[in-house]
């Protein structure tokens, strides 16, 4: 994934510019945290991962996201219908399927020939995945790969407890994040109050992967609101 073409063009969603290679159909948007389609047909392909950063970041510099907190509402409540719709069924046999395929990295692309094999509403899985790297059941070790995290296969669910202990700790870290602050900070401020330095670093890393909180500038890191 380091050689070939690269793609920049903007998220649907939320208008910010973005970038994956030109071999992959879909990726994670950092900013909205929704897995969206690469579109090749709007996007300016350059020949290399350093340039189309740059390009990325000169365009989210002059363009700001256009109502980001209302698109990211609508894409919570569209979530909900389809899970509704689709019931809990789907979750259970996404989870067998991601604990069955996804103990190795992956593509997104991949992922969805497997959802489609299995019958699994692609559209509706895109829309639970970030929900998943929330509760730590899946991380993203690149915007355009995914990886289930272990998952026990004698129980079709994860341990509860440690679900909302994970939840819990992720209301926290957001909360410290609802202004611009240092991961360094935030560790520190966190640990004073009883919760393990470890925990929190390695949960500002997931919540930055599944863009529940950016990274304004270096090091500096905001909830998305």
């Not at 994670?28 to 990325?56: F, N, P, Q, T």
Request: charge should be positive; glycine fraction near 4%.
């Amino acid at each position: 994934m380091n050689g070939g073409e690269y793609a920049v063009f903007r998220c649907p969603n939320c208008g910010c510019y973005t970038f994956a290679p030109t071999a992959q159909k879909n990726r994670l948007c950092s900013r909205c945290g929704r897995i969206v389609k690469v579109d090749l047909l709007h996007a300016e392909i350059v020949s290399d991962a350093r340039r189309a950063s740059e390009l990325v970041k000169y365009h989210n510099a002059k363009n700001a996201p256009p109502k980001l907190k209302e698109a990211l509402k609508e894409q919570l409540m569209g979530s909900e219908r389809k899970t509704q719709r689709m019931g809990t069924r789907s979750s259970t046999l996404l989870m067998k399927v991601l604990a069955e395929n996804c103990s190795e990295e992956i593509t997104l692309d991949e992922l969805e020939e497997l959802c489609k094999k299995h019958g699994l509403d692609c559209e509706w899985v895109k829309a639970k995945l970030p929900q998943l790297a929330l509760k730590s059941l899946v991380f993203f070790p690149s915007p355009w790969t995914v990886k289930c995290a272990a998952i026990p296969h004698s129980s079709e669910e994860p341990s509860k407890s440690g679900v909302s202990q994970t939840a819990s700790l992720s209301k926290v870290v957001m909360e410290a994040f609802s202004i611009p602050a240092s991961r360094a900070k935030v560790i520190k401020q966190l640990a004073e109050k009883g919760y393990p330095p470890e925990k929190v670093d390695e949960l500002i890393d997931k919540l930055h992967k599944s863009g529940l909180i950016i990274e304004e500038k270096p090091g500096i890191f905001k909830r998305v609101d």
